[in-house]
C-alpha cells in the first residue's frame, strides 16, 4: 500500500490579515488529461504549468510504465512522447495510483480497450472507494474487472481483445466516469456515446477535441450527449495548464473570513463546470471580485481579488450547480460557519465517497469547533455564528483528503482559538506548496509538539 510516510500535524491560529498575491498551482483535473491524453498521441507533447503534486505525478509514472515517455524540465515543463491510441504496452508491475481516483479512473478507461491485463492499488482512502462506477461501463467494451468486494481497489483489469464501442448514461453525475468511457471509447471502433443528465466538468470533451479526436456535444431528452469517434490519431499538443479554480479556492476563501485580508489569486480558470463556488460565495455577500476578465486557451480566465467579509448571510446552494462546485464543499463549510444564517447543501450524496466521506468529515470537526452542523445521506446545513465567531480550540482528523486538511487550516487561521489538523501530509497531493504560500499571505502555523 502507498502511503506518504509518518503523519504530519499542524496548527493554524488567528493572527494578523491575509494580504498580497498568491500563485496557486495547475489544474489537477487538465495536468491528469494532459499526461494520458499526451501519452496516446503520436509523438511529443510539451506541457507548461503542470501541477506537481503526487497524484499527477503517480499518473505520469503510470503512463512510463504503459509505454509512454515522460519527461521533466523542471518547474512544471513537461514532455510526453506518446505510443499512439492501442499503443499502450503491458505494464511490468503493478500500478498505485496512491490518493488519486481521477488517476485510477481515468487510466482504467485508457488501457480498458487494450488486450492485456493491469493490476492498480492506492491508499488506504483510494482502496476504499467505489470502482463499480467505471468497471460497469467498461465492461459494455468487453473488459473485464476482478477486485475486492464491492469492486473495490486492489483490481485487475482484463482489457478487451476486440473492443466494441459503448453507448452509456452515467448513473451518477461524474467526470471521472464520463471520462473513463471516453478514453476507452478511443481504441474501440466506431461511435462511443456517453449521457449524462447534469453537465459536470468538461475538460476531456474540450482537450479530446484539441488533440484531434472527433466529439461533439448536444443536449438531448436525455441529458447532454457526448459522441467520440472510436481509433483517431491523436496529434501532439503544447498545452498551458490553467491555475486551478479548486485550489484558489482556500486562500479566496481564507481571505473572506479574516479580519482586515485582501488577496490576489491571478489567472484563475473560470469554466463554468468548475467556478460554482465563486457564484455562490458572491450570492453570500462575499466581497470577491473578477478582474480583468479574459479568455486564454479558450477557457474564461480572470484574477480573482477577495476582501474580508463580515456580512456575508447563509444560502441554500441549488443542487443543480453542485456538479460545478463539487470538491469545493468542505471550504464553503467553513465560510459557512463564519456567516450569517443557514447554508443549506442539498444533493450532495457524492460527497460521501470523495477522499472521504467528506459531509462526516467536515461536520464532525466543525461540531468540535463548536459549530453546529445537521447531515442526511445526500445533504447537511451549516448554522453560520456570524458576528460570534467560531470558537475552534480542537484537533481534527484529516482521513488522508486533501481538501478536508486544507478546510480546517484556513478555519484555524480565523476561529478564536487554534486549530490542529492531525495529518497535513495529504496536501501534497493536489496543493504542495499551500502552506509556504499561505504563509506568505500572512497565515501562522506551527507545528504542534
Ligand atoms: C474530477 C472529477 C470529480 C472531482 C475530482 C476530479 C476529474 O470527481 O471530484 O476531484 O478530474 O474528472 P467525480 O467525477 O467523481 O465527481
Known amino acids: ?129 467505489p470502482m463499480g462506477r467505471v468497471t460497469d461501463p467498461l465492461a459494455l467494451f468487453g473488459a473485464r474487472a476482478v477486485g475486492r468486494s464491492g469492486g473495490r481497489l486492489p483490481l485487475t ?43 459536470t466538468r468538461d475538460h476531456s470533451e474540450r482537450m479530446l477535441a484539441g488533440f484531434g479526436a472527433t466529439v461533439t ?3 438531448s431528452r436525455e441529458g447532454r450527449m457526448i459522441t467520440l469517434q472510436g481509433r483517431p490519431e491523436l496529434v501532439p499538443q503544447e498545452i498551458t495548464v490553467p491555475r486551478d479554480p479548486s485550489s484558489a479556492a482556500f486562500p479566496v476563501c481564507a481571505a473572506l473570513i479574516v479580519e482586515g485580508s485582501d488577496v490576489l489569486v491571478p489567472n ?31 477557457e474564461p480566465v480572470a484574477d480573482l481579488r477577495a476582501r474580508f467579509s463580515p456580512d456575508m448571510k447563509g444560502i441554500e446552494v441549488p443542487p443543480g450547480r453542485a456538479a460545478s462546485m ?25 460527497l460521501r465517497v470523495k477522499e472521504s466521506d467528506r459531509i462526516d468529515a467536515m461536520a464532525t470537526g466543525l461540531r468540535a469547533s463548536g459549530v453546529t452542523v445537521e447531515d442526511g445521506p445526500d445533504w447537511w446545513r451549516v448554522t453560520g455564528r456570524g458576528p460570534a465567531g467560531v470558537p475552534g480550540g480542537t484537533t481534527v482528523a484529516a482521513r488522508l483528503d486533501h481538501r478536508v486538511a486544507m478546510s480546517f487550516l484556513c478555519l484555524g487561521l480565523a476561529a478564536r482559538d487554534r486549530v490542529t489538523v492531525d495529518d497535513a501530509g495529504p496536501i501534497a497531493t493536489s496543493f504542495p506548496a499551500f502552506e509556504p504560500l499561505m504563509r506568505d499571505l500572512g497565515a501562522r502555523f506551527t507545528r504542534p509538539e
Open 1 to 129: 500500500m502507498s502511503g506518504h510516510g509518518a503523519p504530519q500535524p499542524l496548527t493554524a491560529h488567528r493572527g494578523g490579515p491575509l494580504t498580497g498575491t498568491a500563485q496557486v498551482p495547475g489544474d489537477k483535473s487538465i495536468s491528469h488529461r494532459a499526461l494520458i491524453l499526451g501519452a496516446m498521441a503520436v509523438g511529443e507533447t510539451k506541457i507548461a504549468g503542470l501541477l506537481e503534486g503526487r497524484d499527477v505525478l503517480d499518473t505520469g509514472r503510470a503512463m512510463t510504465a504503459l509505454g509512454a515517455d515522460v519527461v521533466s524540465h523542471g518547474a512544471g515543463r513537461w514532455s510526453v512522447h506518446g505510443v499512439g491510441v492501442g499503443g499502450f504496452a503491458e505494464p511490468e508491475t503493478v500500478i498505485d495510483c496512491g490518493n488519486s481516483g481521477t488517476g485510477v479512473r481515468l487510466l482504467m478507461g485508457a488501457v480498458a480497450t487494450h488486450d492485456f491485463a493491469t493490476t492498480f492499488t492506492g491508499d488506504a482512502s483510494l482502496n476504499g472507494r
Open 217 to 219: 456535444t448536444e443536449a
Open 268 to 298: 484563475i480558470g473560470l469554466n463554468p463546470t468548475r467556478a460554482g463556488l465563486f457564484e455562490t460565495l458572491r450570492e453570500m455577500g462575499a466581497d470577491l471580485t473578477y478582474e480583468s476578465p479574459r479568455v486564454e486557451g479558450g
Open 157 to 199: 483489469l482484463v482489457g478487451a481483445a476486440s473492443p466494441v464501442p459503448a453507448r452509456y448514461a452515467t448513473p451518477v453525475p461524474s467526470a471521472q466516469v464520463k471520462s473513463a468511457v471516453l478514453l476507452a471509447g478511443l481504441n474501440a471502433p466506431g461511435e462511443t456515446v456517453v449521457i449524462e443528465r447534469e453537465a
Open 326 to 350: 463539487i470538491d469545493e464543499y468542505p471550504i464553503l463549510s467553513v465560510v459557512a460557519a463564519f456567516a450569517e444564517g443557514v447554508t443549506g447543501m442539498p444533493g450532495v450524496a457524492e
